[in-house]
């Protein structure tokens, strides 16, 4: 595929291979951008913030409302993109897909209700014949930049409330998963997206990375990927907005009075989908010690269940991971957290890059597998002896993005509500729900700002105050 850089779609000579994790078949090629491409999108995007802000709001609306016909009519296109470049199975992409339409549509019905307010200015002795009001107004280039785990909703999370706010984008997918977000971007120029309002060049970060961030043409970076490069987008990116929605090892809650098969059933889910390659996957689940054993049976059960193997089969749960590097790294920190004292229950082995999924019990503190956000199908389980201490342990990493908790007391569930450091809390269900509406992101490490479309549109446009003196 071409990358799409002002009018055009733009081919280079040197080429990046997009493979199957699986098989390391070739799927496609895609350019391999480097700065001048860079600049090109920058000086299309200055050109097409012009033409979109000066787009009637109908109009805008119109096009998103096309473009997410255009993704409905070519759904399972959409999601065989989706499991061939990535990790999914070809069940989960084609969830993606259709959460993608959601994406573009609810961006659509935000547009029209991105509103001001009247300013009583007379509420000041000496402003009495003032009259004024303030609107949202268009930022101008939000700089998108966005991970491989899913590869085409968490790119429509940027662009949808981009050009519904009025903005334009420069837009850089990541190295291993770009074909879904060419193929957004085909959609969106095909339902009548003007020219240079969209821009999206493909390469590695490692090339173009810095001159992206550092742009002053940019004036939001709206990131979404590991709190390491996050961190060092964060220091270079200079002044200018930040949206982070970063990395996490989330924590489930399994309380005495929860419905345990329920508990399980979702947190297993939970867990392992995508191969555990969710930012808002199962890492950590702190069990009353009342149900602990039960639980810790049915969850071990459950997961020796699933079955690994190649994403596009229709029974596969469980497809590759993203590169065998990555699967490589999963199974030293297993490896590591063994040598660490933890006890292995299931799993623990690998084959390239299917990675078999594990759960361990006794992780110690100190382990990455604890501490870090594993990124892989790792999960595990720990006994408590209350709340207080679930929520203890549940707060003390660096992270906090989505905590849940199963429980039938309400007592119990308002207590996780207000005590667990996170952006949201879902109560008996996994912490890897989700819907595109809602506001989404998180505190401490894992991230700064929030996504879900109308918080993405307030975080893209700025108020401008407009005053009669009369
Ligand atoms: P990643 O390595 O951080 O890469 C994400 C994107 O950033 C890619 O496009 C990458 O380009 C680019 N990038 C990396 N370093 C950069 C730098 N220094 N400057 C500019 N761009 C840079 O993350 P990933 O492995 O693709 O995705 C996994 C991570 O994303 C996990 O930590 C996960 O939790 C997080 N995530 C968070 C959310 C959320 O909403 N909170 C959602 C999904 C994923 P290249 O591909 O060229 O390296």
């Known amino acids: 595929m071409k990358m799409l850089i002002g009018e055009k779609w733009v081919g280079k000579e040197e080429k990046i291979d997009v493979l199957n994790p699986y098989n390391n078949n070739l799927v496609d090629t895609v350019p391999s951008g480097d700065k001048d491409d860079v600049e090109a999108a920058f000086q299309a995007a200055e050109k097409g913030y012009k033409t979109n802000r000066d787009l009637p709001v109908h109009q805008r609306?119109?096009?998103?409302?096309?473009?997410?016909?255009?993704?409905?009519?070519?759904?399972?296109?959409?999601?065989?993109?989706?499991?061939?470049?990535?990790?999914?199975?070809?069940?989960?992409?084609?969830?993606?897909a259709s959460r993608c339409i959601d994406t573009i549509t609810i961006s659509a019905e935000e547009a029209r209700r991105l509103v001001g307010e009247t300013i009583p200015f007379d509420s000041r002795e000496g402003s009495e014949n003032r009259l004024g009001y303030y609107f949202r107004f268009p930022i101008g280039i939000i700089v998108a930049i966005t991970p491989f785990n899913d590869?085409?909703?968490?790119?429509?999370?940027?662009?949808?409330?981009?050009?519904a706010g009025g903005n334009s984008v420069v837009l850089k997918p990541a190295t291993v998963t770009p074909l879904s977000a060419l193929k957004l971007g085909e959609a969106f120029i095909e339902a009548g997206l003007p020219w240079n309002i969209?821009?999206?060049?493909?390469?590695?970060?490692?090339?173009?990375?810095?001159?992206?961030?550092?742009?002053?043409?940019?004036?939001?970076?709206?990131?979404?990927?590991?709190?390491?490069?996050?961190?060092?987008?964060?220091?270079?990116?200079?002044?200018?907005?930040?949206?982070?929605?970063?990395?996490?090892?989330?924590?489930?809650?399994?309380?005495?009075?929860?419905?345990?098969n329920r508990a399980v059933e979702l947190s297993?889910?939970?867990?392992?989908?995508?191969?555990?390659?969710?930012?808002?996957?199962?890492?950590?689940?702190?069990?009353?010690?009342?149900?602990?054993?039960?639980?810790?049976?049915?969850?071990?059960?459950?997961?020796?269940?699933?079955?690994?193997?190649?994403?596009?089969?229709?029974d596969t749960d469980m497809g590759p991971m993203i590169t065998e590097e990555e699967a490589a790294r999963v199974q030293k920190w297993i490896e590591e957290a063994c040598q660490e004292g933890a006890e292995l229950l299931t799993g623990g082995k690998r084959?390239?890059?299917l990675c078999e999924p594990t759960v361990f019990r006794n992780m110690p503190t100190s382990a990455k597998l604890?501490?870090?956000?594993?990124?892989?199908?790792?999960?595990?389980?720990?006994?408590?002896?209350?709340?207080?201490?679930?929520?203890?342990?549940?707060?003390?990493?660096?992270?906090?993005?989505?905590?849940?908790?199963?429980t039938r007391s309400l007592e119990n569930a308002f207590k996780a509500i207000k005590e667990l450091d996170v952006g949201g809390v879902m109560v008996n269900d996994s912490t890897d729900y989700r819907i595109d509406?809602?506001?989404?992101?998180?505190?401490?490490?894992?991230?700064?700002?929030?996504?879900?479309?109308?918080?993405?549109?307030?975080?893209?446009?700025?108020?401008?105050?407009?005053?009669?003196?009369?």
Request: charged share 25%.
């Open 351 to 353: 084959k390239g890059t």
């Open 61 to 96: 609306v119109s096009i998103l409302y096309q473009t997410a016909e255009i993704i409905k009519s070519r759904q399972e296109d959409f999601a065989k993109t989706i499991a061939m470049e990535g990790s999914k199975t070809i069940k989960e992409a084609r969830k993606e």
């Open 370 to 406: 604890n501490c870090e956000e594993v990124f892989g199908p790792v999960v595990n389980l720990y006994k408590v002896a209350s709340l207080d201490e679930a929520v203890e342990l549940a707060n003390s990493v660096k992270y906090g993005l989505h905590g849940a908790i199963f």
């Open 268 to 314: 297993v889910s939970g867990a392992f989908w995508a191969v555990g390659q969710n930012c808002i996957g199962v890492q950590r689940i702190y069990i009353h010690d009342a149900v602990y054993e039960k639980f810790e049976k049915l969850f071990v059960e459950k997961t020796k269940k699933l079955k690994v193997g190649f994403q596009l089969d229709e």
């Open 151 to 163: 590869p085409l909703n968490l790119v429509a999370h940027k662009i949808g409330p981009a050009i």
């Open 437 to 470: 509406m809602m506001p989404f992101g998180g505190v401490k490490w894992s991230g700064l700002g929030r996504e879900g479309i109308k918080f993405a549109l307030l975080e893209m446009t700025e108020p401008k105050v407009v005053c009669f003196n009369l």
């Open 198 to 260: 969209l821009n999206i060049v493909t390469g590695r970060a490692s090339k173009i990375g810095d001159v992206l961030v550092t742009d002053p043409r940019g004036r939001m970076i709206s990131f979404t990927g590991g709190t390491e490069a996050g961190l060092d987008i964060v220091k270079k990116a200079g002044l200018k907005k930040i949206g982070m929605e970063l990395g996490s090892n989330s924590p489930v809650i399994v309380m005495d009075d929860a419905d345990l």
